[in-house]
């Protein structure tokens, strides 16, 4: 069995090139975090399950809460997923359409976890920071972990950077019992 990962690789690789031809990345950005929040409720999912509801009608139902912000060719889209029984991967394939718009737009994702909470000045300087060490533009979320101590823990896809008290705390005590 393919994983969720490997399965909604392809439904988000046309998804961006779709979004990419029609010069819609944020719109179609929008209309896929919308539609994962739809197709991640218990009621979708039941009726999902529901071999008495049709694809025709399931299509129906999430264009109609979608309203306006679907247009055509993501609604198109939506029909595809739910005919290949794709759905429930929505937030997968939403996931994985971020990352490819970010590195289209040469931006990366970085999770910041403080110990304390950042203000603006500071979360800017990190930013900047950030931008140059990695030559990107940088779309930061920082959540504050107060286990950490103090300082920071930053990771930005495959890299971490552990500027934390706890973290040099227990790189200490690993010199010490080696």
């Given at each position: 069995m393919l994983n969720r990962t490997t399965l909604a690789r392809p439904y988000a690789r046309a998804a961006f090139e779709a979004a990419r031809d029609a010069d819609a990345l944020p719109r179609w950005?929008?209309?896929?975090?919308?539609?994962?929040?739809?197709?991640a409720t218990e009621e979708l999912h039941y009726l999902s399950g529901d071999p008495r509801v049709g694809?025709?009608?399931?299509?129906?139902?999430?264009?109609?809460?979608?309203?306006?912000?679907?247009?055509?060719?993501f609604t198109n889209f939506l029909k595809v997923v739910i005919i290949n029984?794709?759905?429930?991967?929505?937030?997968?394939?939403?996931a994985q359409y971020e990352q490819y718009r970010r590195e289209a737009e040469e931006r990366i994702r970085v999770e910041v976890y403080s110990a304390r909470p950042m203000d603006d000045e500071e979360s800017n300087k990190l930013a900047e920071r950030l931008k140059a060490r990695f030559g990107r533009e940088v779309d930061m979320h920082v959540e504050v972990d107060e286990s950490l101590i103090g300082g920071a823990v930053i990771r930005a896809g495959d890299k971490v950077i552990d500027g934390s008290v706890r973290g040099r705390l227990e790189q200490l005590g690993r010199r010490i019992n080696a």
């Amino acid at each position: 069995m393919l994983n969720r990962t490997t399965l909604a690789r392809p439904y988000a690789r046309a998804a961006f090139e779709a979004a990419r031809d029609a010069d819609a990345l944020p719109r179609w950005s929008e209309a896929l975090e919308l539609a994962s929040e739809i197709a991640a409720t218990e009621e979708l999912h039941y009726l999902s399950g529901d071999p008495r509801v049709g694809g025709d009608r399931l299509l129906e139902l999430i264009t109609d809460i979608g309203g306006d912000r679907f247009d055509e060719s993501f609604t198109n889209f939506l029909k595809v997923v739910i005919i290949n029984g794709r759905l429930a991967l929505l937030p997968e394939i939403a996931a994985q359409y971020e990352q490819y718009r970010r590195e289209a737009e040469e931006r990366i994702r970085v999770e910041v976890y403080s110990a304390r909470p950042m203000d603006d000045e500071e979360s800017n300087k990190l930013a900047e920071r950030l931008k140059a060490r990695f030559g990107r533009e940088v779309d930061m979320h920082v959540e504050v972990d107060e286990s950490l101590i103090g300082g920071a823990v930053i990771r930005a896809g495959d890299k971490v950077i552990d500027g934390s008290v706890r973290g040099r705390l227990e790189q200490l005590g690993r010199r010490i019992n080696a």
